[in-house]
């Protein structure tokens, strides 16, 4: 099993940028599709990206793409979220979790699930 850990959390003005990260102990890291959620306040839970266990694959939310980019370091038990041009509606706890499914297709099959780390984007 893994245990994902997120980081790189903040306050941010709207348009500007930032990266969250997520470390999985366990040594089968490349074993799984790990993937990024977001609850925003008030709301339920939501897929912002996926990444294949490789990397050579990446799913992206149509609120986020092409201003979200997910990447990952199987040497490092890492997986990022580069996120450009802010907007206070990406305001959420940004989840990190991990998948024994190649191809999940819901929250439901993700396996493992990380504390969160908080994003404000302020306008």
């Known amino acids: 099993q893994v245990r994902p850990v997120e980081s790189g959390g903040g306050l941010v003005q709207a348009g500007g940028s930032l990266r969250v990260s997520c470390v999985a102990s366990?040594?089968?890291?490349?074993?799984?599709?790990m993937g990024w959620f977001r609850q925003p306040p008030g709301k339920e839970r939501e897929v912002v990206a996926a990444?294949?266990?490789?990397?050579?694959?990446?799913y992206y939310a149509d609120s986020v793409k092409g201003r979200f980019t997910i990447s990952r370091d199987n040497a490092k038990n890492t997986v990022y979220l580069q996120m450009i041009s802010l907007k206070p509606e990406d305001t959420a706890v940004y989840y990190c979790?991990?998948?024994?499914?190649?191809?999940?297709?819901?929250?439901?099959?993700?396996?493992?699930w990380g504390q969160g780390t908080q994003v404000t984007v302020s306008s």
């Open positions: 979790a991990a998948s024994l499914i190649f191809k999940p297709t819901g929250s439901d099959e993700y396996n493992y």
């Open positions: 366990g040594r089968t890291f490349n074993s799984y599709t």
């Open positions: 990444i294949s266990r490789s990397g050579g694959s990446a």
